[in-house]
């Protein structure tokens, strides 16, 4: 027999107050509640209980069995329910990679409320533009913008990351402003390189599908320092709205082909296919979707 459930068992014989009553307490029969008892008692070499007829009492040694097995069950069931509440409550470190753009800009704001609410999380933050493996590099949650390849990994959709076109004033006021996407060839254009270039820029207006090939004499792998080379006059960038907007509400850049709409991006929440959906996991995602969802 299991000695937990004698345990248990037996210190329901002395609550009870008899074999019959922890019987059908324990859904078991009364001679069976006897031998979960003497069982105890063999394996111990004492007696636990003087039986009489009429009723059973506890000997000495009983009592303070009684009492020790007690606090056993008890400390067992706090570690049974500290478990249960580990499942339920969000806690522990959260690895989370993003775009540096993203995640300094817009991302960083999100997780603060994210904490805030779920204090017994830690996140911890990567920001890379490369497509990073969330398995091999052991991520739990990734931020990516672009087309996402066939693979393994659970997408939820977010907004589409929204760009626009910018130019400084005094670039403009020296090289003139285009009306078109055409006449971006004519004009020194700041694109984003990282393992490709994105130097084909995409356009739609009246006539359909615009695709502009640019050319310039700056390029970068990170959108500030696009940013600052706009700032300085050095040409036309096309960047997320979140990396510009104070700029443009200055009126330190000046924004470009409004009459055109632009390629925006895709963007999703991943989280690989073969992980444990944890209670940090879950919040997380479900908090991102909450304000960047479609």
């Not at 008899?18 to 069976?32: H, L, R």
């Not at 509440?85 to 817009?106: C, I």
């Not at 739990?140 to 996402?148: F, M, P």
């Not at 694109?191 to 995409?202: A, D, E, G, I, L």
Request: net charge neutral.
């Amino acid at each position: 027999m299991d000695k937990l459930n004698s345990m248990q068992i037996f210190v329901r014989v002395v609550e009870k107050g008899g074999f019959s009553a922890a019987a059908e307490v324990s859904g078991i029969s009364p001679t069976m509640v006897g031998k979960h008892v003497r069982q105890l008692e063999e394996e111990l070499g004492v007696r636990l209980l003087n039986r009489t007829t009429r009723r059973q009492s506890l000997t000495e040694i009983g009592q303070h069995y009684f009492e020790r097995c007690k606090q056993a069950l008890l400390e067992i069931e706090a570690a049974d329910a500290s478990v249960k509440e580990m499942q339920l409550v969000p806690r522990g470190v959260l690895r989370v990679t993003a775009p540096v753009t993203f995640g300094s800009l817009v991302l960083t704001d999100v997780i603060a409320e994210y904490l805030s609410q779920y204090p017994e999380v830690e996140l911890d933050l990567s920001l890379n533009d490369r497509a990073v493996d969330l398995i091999e590099e052991g991520f739990e949650v990734a931020i990516r913008i672009g087309d996402l390849p066939d693979s393994s990994l659970i997408a939820r959709p977010l907004q589409p990351y929204r760009v626009v076109v910018c130019a400084a004033p005094a670039y403009l006021e020296k090289y003139g402003r285009p009306q078109t996407p055409q006449q971006l060839s004519d004009h020194n254009c700041l694109y984003f390189v990282h393992v490709t270039s994105n130097n084909r820029w995409q356009f739609f207006g009246s006539a359909g599908k615009e695709i502009i090939e640019v050319r310039g004499s700056f390029r970068a792998n990170n959108g500030w320092a696009l940013r600052t080379a706009a700032l300085n006059g050095i040409g036309i960038i096309m960047q997320p709205e979140t990396l510009l907007a104070e700029e443009i509400a200055a009126g330190r850049l000046v924004r470009l082909l409004e009459n055109y709409e632009l390629s925006h991006r895709p963007m999703h929440v991943l989280m690989a296919s073969n992980r444990k959906t944890t209670p940090k996991l879950k919040t997380f995602v479900e908090f991102v979707v909450g304000r960047f969802g479609a």
